[in-house]
């Protein structure tokens, strides 16, 4: 766990009270930076698909500002999980409370105001092909917004811009590499200017250059604009290049198994497998 960190248990809520006060306090002192309150916190979640549970008692907070990313093996319920937080499904129990509301149980106009709050860019990117890459950031615009055709196409050429492809404005995604298209994605997911971005597996499919070029645009996002990023990845380069805080899942046990600075977890985890992930080393061979 880093100094910087409040002490928690993996699938607990964070330390509160006097426990807090004194962990703020003494990160002050030593010259930590004071972690900042979370814009979403998930309480006891739990999640699965017909009478299958994936993930039980899931707790965890993530702090407003920071690159927060969800990691574990192959079928441990990354995706899933995250398709939770934004509401495309309902959990099993639980809550996931964003800026204040709790998206589990907003309904109508709430609901819709929490949404508002968040962008989302899926793994392939889900770009529309027939329409180029203004058209395609335009359409949340269009959809929830008053603003009128040159406003939008203004907004839509700044986003563009912002993720380094004011020159493509015009482009369908085919006729982009694959690096391009999730910068377009990206693009579109924050046209309504969202508090908070969450991007599944990004780098899923890109070389090591064009995965380097995503991360380094993540951070600058996350830097000069203060949006909050949640990631889902299991690319160990990808997270030691951007991540603040991870939270690792384990399938076998349904939930999380480690929390904190990945450089952290990697050097100094008690559990031997969240080392053995974090230094990608093979199952041990039987004897």
Known sequence: MSAAEPPQGANSSPSEGSAAAEWVNGAASAGAPIAAEPIIRVRDLAVGYEDVTLLEHVAFDVRR?????????????????????????????????????????????????????????????????SLTLAENVRLPLEEYTDLESD??????R???????????????????????QKRA???????????????????????????ADLDTLIKRLARNLGVTF??????????F?????????????KGIVAEGDPRRLRDESDDPWVRQFFRREPEPMAT
């Open 65 to 129: 500002g920071e690159i927060f990313v969800i990691l574990g093996g192959s079928g441990s319920g990354k995706s899933t999980l995250m398709k939770h937080m934004i509401g495309l499904y309902e959990p099993e129990k639980g809550s996931v409370v964003i800026d204040g509301d709790d998206i589990v149980s907003a309904a109508g106009d709430a609901r819709r105001a929490i949404l508002r709050k968040i962008g989302v860019m899926y793994q392939s990117g889900a770009l529309f092909g």
């Open 241 to 253: 290049a951007i991540a603040d805080r991870v939270i690792m899942l384990d399938r076998r046990k």
């Open 185 to 211: 994605a990206i693009a579109r997911a924050m046209a309504l200017d969202p508090m908070i971005l969450f991007l599944d597996e990004p780098s899923a499919g890109l070389d090591p250059i064009t995965s």
């Open 158 to 180: 700044m986003k563009l811009s912002l993720v380094g492809l004011g020159l493509f404005t015009g482009h369908l995604p085919a006729a982009i590499s694959g690096g391009m």
């Open 230 to 239: 949640v990631v889902v990845t299991h690319e160990l380069a990808s997270i």
């Open 151 to 156: 406003e939008i196409e203004l907004i839509a």
